[in-house]
């Protein structure tokens, strides 16, 4: 079976982590190399727990280090990407951070390379056929914009970006956003509109998934060290929910592993249970909707050059739900793979 190159972009945190656990685990993929982000933590850090991951499984993945700040959205002082972003403080203990500074894995023997994330792309893409690379990118597409910005000719060498990002009917961290589009809506806006076959896994999607203390202990009875790891995230991951939404062990039933959810859909679509092909913008407009993802809805909102009224043409497929037994036999029978 060929395998299907790929590139990751992160911002890693502990989704993020299963996310390039899986990648490098399976045998469907060729992972060109791995691309760093400032996201759900600041670009060193998100670097640091990228190696460590890659160091943790003695992979030989090269790691590189991409963009430490979004491309608009901290520009203006008093909003509240520019009082949050540039410092990525969340003023929480560790016990309640979904994503801890560091990755509870030894420290790496490993190195990010020289060469900057978005100059690595340019240049590893151009070397590529034709539509023959997949992207996959799961924090801020801050380095995507950059380096489609830079250089236009590496869109034809791209076969299809699948990101984790967007959302329609489940918001975080604002009433009308998704995380990963709310830190850089002006890259998720040039990303998105870039002419390339764009699939959105939303948190809509990711939020059919959520795994619980059962599955995690499923998972940590495979008993190899990624295995384990695996299972410390979604404990990790649980046991954050539970104090950070004030809620009783009972109550937080599941949580989400979203960013695997991308990597499993490359390879395997029928996780993917409602996809709307539509059109997509996101909100630039820097008020209570900004970073928004704007679905199309049906209506009528360009003129043509006959002047009539005409639908927005659809540029992204967008993922609505997913099914948590294929995605949960996936990454469970990649773990077992593990052990052979």
């Known amino acids: ?53 890659v160091d943790y499984l003695n992979s030989s993945v090269k790691v590189y280090k991409g963009a430490s700040l979004p491309l608009a959205s901290t520009l203006i002082p008093w909003g509240i990407q520019g009082l949050t972003l540039p410092h990525n403080e969340i003023r929480l203990d560790d016990s309640k951070r ?22 690595w792309l340019i240049e590893t893409l151009l070397k590529q056929e034709d539509h023959s690379v997949t992207l996959v990118p799961v924090g ?9 910005r830079s250089d236009e000719r590496i869109l034809k060498k791209i076969k299809r970006i699948v990101l984790m990002g967007g959302s329609h009917d489940v918001y975080a ?33 990711t939020s059919c998934i959520c795994l619980d203390y ?19 995230m979604i404990e990790q991951r649980l046991n954050a929910a539970k104090k950070t939404m004030n809620k009783q062990a ?9 960013d695997p959810l991308a990597v499993c859909a490359i390879k395997h679509p029928e996780v993917l249970t409602d ?26 909102s360009e003129i043509n050059e006959k002047g009539e009224y005409v639908n927005l043409p659809n540029n992204i497929h967008y993922v609505r739900k997913a099914n948590k037994e294929i995605f949960f036999n996936w990454l469970y029978n990649l773990l077992v793979e593990d052990t052979k």
């Open 275 to 300: 996809i709307w092909d539509t059109s997509c913008h996101i909100d630039l407009g820097r008020s209570y909707a900004y970073g928004e993802t704007v679905l199309g809805r049906n209506y009528q």
């Open 1 to 53: 079976m060929e395998k299907e190159k790929i590139i990751l972009d992160v911002d890693t945190g502990s989704d993020d982590a299963v996310a390039i656990i899986c990648a490098l685990l399976s045998n469907e993929f060729d992972v060109l190399g791995i691309c760093t982000v400032s996201g759900n933590v600041n670009i060193d850090n998100a670097t640091d727990n990228t190696l460590r991951v």
């Open 140 to 148: 801020p597409l801050t380095n995507i914009a950059l380096a489609i």
């Open 173 to 205: 961290p604002t009433q009308g956003a998704e995380f990963n589009i709310w830190v850089d809506p002006e890259a998720a806006e040039i990303v998105i509109n870039s002419g390339l076959d764009v699939t959105m896994v939303s948190l809509d999607a």
């Open 98 to 119: 979904i994503h801890p500074d560091h990755l509870p894995l030894p420290k790496p023997n490993i190195t990010y390379e020289d060469k900057s994330a978005v100059i």
């Open 250 to 258: 009972g109550q937080v039933v599941g949580i989400a592993l979203h």
């Open 214 to 232: 059962n599955e995690a202990k499923r998972i940590r009875d495979i008993n190899t060290r990624a295995a384990i790891f695996v299972a410390d």
